[in-house]
């Protein structure tokens, strides 16, 4: 699910003296969230909450708490499906650039049926939406920058919408 994390832990004597070449064991509560292993590495399961407990020479620590969180989505792709009769196929993908700016990355198999006005829609359904940009080419690799407003998460469906007559040539869902 995540990146494993390290988790390491020093003993102390009672003179407040670094105890030296202790053996810790490792145990995290509960497992279904955070499993940690006898060398002290975390391995994420799911999101949610655990505690970790390192044990040396019958002495435990406190528990540490520990928030997993599901990892962030840097993007989306899906692939576009032709409906009413129109031939619309190729891959899409929705993802930030190196300034931060989404972007949906149309790929060199896109290609569409020709029709008047044909804009780029995003929408949560494969009808209607919003409007984005006049589609700037019907086949091909190119890139369309989406709107500051406008998050990776907020629509799971890209169009290809004919403006004129109000209907969807194709669509894909984003994954």
């Not at 692939?79 to 972007?103: C, H, K, P, Q």
């Amino acid at each position: 699910m995540g990146e494993p994390v390290n988790f390491s832990a020093q003993g102390f004597r009672a003179d407040m003296g670094l105890q030296n070449n202790l053996n810790f064991t490792w145990q995290s509560t509960p497992t279904s969230v955070l499993h940690v292993s006898n060398d002290g590495t975390g391995t994420p399961v799911q999101p949610g909450y655990a505690e970790v407990v390192a044990s040396a020479n019958g002495i435990q620590s406190p528990p540490l708490s520990v928030i997993v969180v599901p990892p962030a989505i840097t993007s989306r792709t899906g692939s576009f499906t032709g409906i009413n009769n129109y031939d619309v196929s190729g891959d899409v993908t929705l993802e930030r650039d190196s300034d931060g700016r989404l972007v949906l990355k149309f790929a060199s198999n896109f290609q569409t049926d020709n029709g008047p006005g044909l804009y780029i829609y995003l929408s949560n359904s494969t009808t209607g939406g919003q409007s984005i940009v006049k589609l700037p080419q019907i086949s091909g690799e190119f890139d369309v920058v989406l709107p500051e407003n406008i998050g990776i998460k907020d629509f799971n469906y890209v169009l290809v919408w004919c403006e004129p007559f109000g209907a969807t040539f194709g669509h894909a869902l984003l994954n």
